[in-house]
Nanobody, 123 residues
Framework: VQLQASGGGLVQAGGSLKLSCEASRRTVSNNGMGWFRQAPGNEREFVASIGWNGGNEYYSESVKGRFTISRDRAKDTVYLQMNNLKPEDTAVYYC?????????????????WGQGTQVTVSS
C-alpha cells in the first residue's frame, strides 16, 4: 500500500485547509484510517481516525469541533477538513492505514504511513 498525502500549505490563523490521502497499489477500503501530526521537537501525535465504513470517528481534544475526518471508499481516499486553524496546529500531517477495521489513537496500530504534508499556520 502506498499512501499519498496532499493539501498542506501556509494559512493564516482562523483559516481552513483540507488534506487528502489517497491509497494506491492496494485498497485500504476495509481498514481504519487515521491522521497524525508531528511538530519539530515533538512526538507524533494522534489527530483523528475513522473506521472502515466511515463510522467510529475519534478526535483528539485539541482538534475536536474544528477538524472533521471523512473517507470515500470508492476512491480509497481519506480527508481531513481543518477549520479555524491555530498556530499550534502547525506540523507535518501524516495519514495512516490501521491494521484493523477501526482507527485508533496509537501509532503502533497502524501498518502503512504516508509521507506527510506540511501545514503551517501563521498568527
Amino acid at each position: 500500500v502506498q499512501l499519498q498525502a496532499s493539501g498542506g500549505g501556509l494559512v493564516q490563523a482562523g483559516g481552513s485547509l483540507k488534506l487528502s490521502c489517497e491509497a494506491s497499489r492496494r485498497t485500504v477500503s476495509n481498514n481504519g484510517m487515521g491522521w497524525f501530526r508531528q511538530a519539530p521537537g515533538n512526538e507524533r501525535e494522534f489527530v483523528a481516525s475513522i473506521g472502515w465504513n466511515g463510522g467510529n470517528e475519534y478526535y483528539s481534544e485539541s482538534v475536536k469541533g474544528r477538524f472533521t475526518i471523512s473517507r470515500d471508499r470508492a476512491k480509497d481516499t481519506v480527508y481531513l477538513q481543518m477549520n479555524n486553524l491555530k498556530p499550534e496546529d502547525t506540523a507535518v500531517y501524516y495519514c495512516a492505514a490501521s491494521r484493523g477495521a477501526i482507527g485508533t489513537t496509537t501509532t503502533s496500530s497502524y501498518r502503512y504511513w504516508g509521507q506527510g504534508t506540511q501545514v503551517t499556520v501563521s498568527s
